[in-house]
């Protein structure tokens, strides 16, 4: 089960993004925060707007239809 964070800067759209702590965007991502493990990032996206985040998963580390 993958671990998920959000990066707490916004994109130019004015979402959090969602990624897995394998992936390689992540890296560019200065300000982040622990989201938790989850089996996929549909659920993770999902906690992340229950925490009241504008959240997407981010298109390298996400499937298409896991967005």
């Keep these: 089960m993958p671990y998920y964070v959000i990066d707490l800067e916004k994109n130019n759209d004015g979402y959090n993004v969602v990624h897995s702590t394998k992936c390689n965007s992540r890296i560019k991502a200065t300000q982040t925060k622990s989201l938790d493990w989850f089996p996929d990032?549909?659920?993770?996206?999902?906690?992340?707007?229950?925490?009241?985040?504008?959240?997407?998963?981010c298109e390298c580390c996400h499937r298409k239809n896991d967005i």
Excluded: H, L, M
């Excluded at 990032?41 to 998963?57: D, E, L, P, R, W």
């Design 41 to 57: 990032g549909t659920s993770a996206i999902n906690f992340a707007k229950n925490q009241g985040y504008n959240a997407v998963g």
